[in-house]
């Protein structure tokens, strides 16, 4: 029995002086991690991953932001820091450090976010091509608030003169700017909104013919260079800006007696716009109706209320348009159907608007009656 128990000591004793030479292969590894502000991460997750071997040690940070561990073995890591546990599952890296040893000794990491920043600013820690890139970037942030500055001014300048009638020094103040950057729409659309403002006082109609051409020219450029920029970055307003700059370009066309351009560009605003429909739609029938094209006028006008049934004018000038094609039988002018609920339906809305007297002398010229309330609910009896 002695000898056995001797035997079962020796192996126990054995196997004691083999195991410890795993437990002295370890290191403690701890730290403390700060956001950008300089306050604690708090809940935050730092995983250590082995270089040699793969194996990961996840560690979670306490409300001081510090995290520890005992029994990380010896070796080099990449330490990545991560917000939370759901940017860990997601692999949203907040900050990793690359190659960091794991002695045998205290090994203390910390993340500090706000320091990290001010070296990232700094330069410190880029190797060469990086620096060089990013003094190359920081030139050209200079150069493009240089630019828009030089810009901006001119721009407000601009504005003052058209503010003050003077079109033909807004024009030489935005033809400057655009030699000084010929890649900003809302240049080349101001430019073209100085030759439309200037085309009407014109007394030379070659002239004023002329300056509408410039500004249709100059509205074009300003859709073409907005057009490029939606295709890789879209802001929430863009849409409104190149309709406004169709509407624009329509404007001038028409102005310029270039009614199927006006058509087609009002058009193209109403369907970048939709919420702006109604307004695109009412000013082709305003374009059709000025060049005699009754029915295509009438289409464009139903096309406004369909978009919005509340626009009052839009009624109007349907009605005015429908009328035109009233005829004589006998001593009666007979209108189309639906001109007398066209003007009513005006009424309805503006009883007291500019146009009502001339829609009711409408009505009555047809032999129809004044209906200003129509269109609108019947109230219900009292209980």
Not at 49 to 77: H, I, R
Not at 308 to 327: C, E, F, L
Not at 340 to 361: R, S
Request: neutral net charge.
């Amino acid at each position: 029995m002695k000898k056995h128990f001797a035997v079962f000591a020796f192996v126990f004793l054995m196997l004691g002086l083999c195991a410890s030479p795993v437990f002295a292969q370890s290191g403690t590894v701890k730290g403390v991690c700060k956001d950008v502000d300089g306050k604690p991460l708090a809940d935050a997750v730092v995983v250590f991953t082995n270089l040699d071997n793969g194996q990961k040690y996840t560690l979670k940070t306490n409300k001081k932001g510090e995290y520890f561990s005992l029994g990380v073995a010896a070796g080099k890591y990449n330490v990545i820091l991560y917000r939370n546990a759901d940017d860990l599952k997601a692999n949203k890296e907040l900050f990793p450090i690359k190659g960091v040893p794991v002695t045998l000794d205290e090994n203390p990491i910390d993340f500090d976010l706000q320091k990290e920043q001010q070296k990232a600013a700094q330069g410190v820690g880029l190797t060469p091509e990086q620096l060089k890139q990013k003094q190359e970037a920081e030139e050209r942030i200079k150069k493009e608030n240089s630019t828009i500055k030089v810009l901006n001014d001119r721009i407000v300048a601009a504005n003052a003169d058209m503010k003050a009638g003077d079109f033909d020094a807004a024009i030489a103040t935005l033809t400057e700017a655009t030699q000084t950057d010929a890649t900003r729409d809302v240049i080349w659309a101001q430019l073209a909104d100085a030759y439309r403002g200037s085309a009407p006082k014109q007394t030379d109609p070659a002239e004023k013919t002329k300056r509408l051409q410039e500004a249709v020219a100059d509205y074009q450029k300003a859709i073409d260079i907005k057009q490029k920029a939606m295709e890789t970055k879209k802001d929430a307003d863009d849409n409104k800006k190149l309709a406004a700059y169709y509407n624009n370009m329509a404007d001038a066309a028409a102005r310029s007696g270039k009614v199927d351009d006006a058509v087609k560009a009002y058009t193209q605003a109403a369907q970048i716009n939709p919420d702006g429909a109604a307004g695109y739609y009412f000013n082709i029938g305003a374009v059709l109706t000025n060049a005699g094209k009754v029915d295509d006028a009438i289409a464009a006008f139903d096309k406004c209320i369909a978009a919005d049934p509340n626009k009052a004018d839009a009624y109007y000038q349907k009605g005015v348009n429908m009328i035109g094609k009233a005829t004589l039988q006998g001593d009666k002018m007979v209108a189309p159907p639906g001109t007398a609920e066209a003007f009513q339906k005006y009424l309805a809305l503006e009883p007291t608007g500019q146009y009502a007297d001339v829609a009711k002398q409408m009505l009555t010229s047809i032999g129809a009656s004044v209906e200003t309330g129509f269109g609108a609910k019947k109230k219900g009896a009292k209980n």
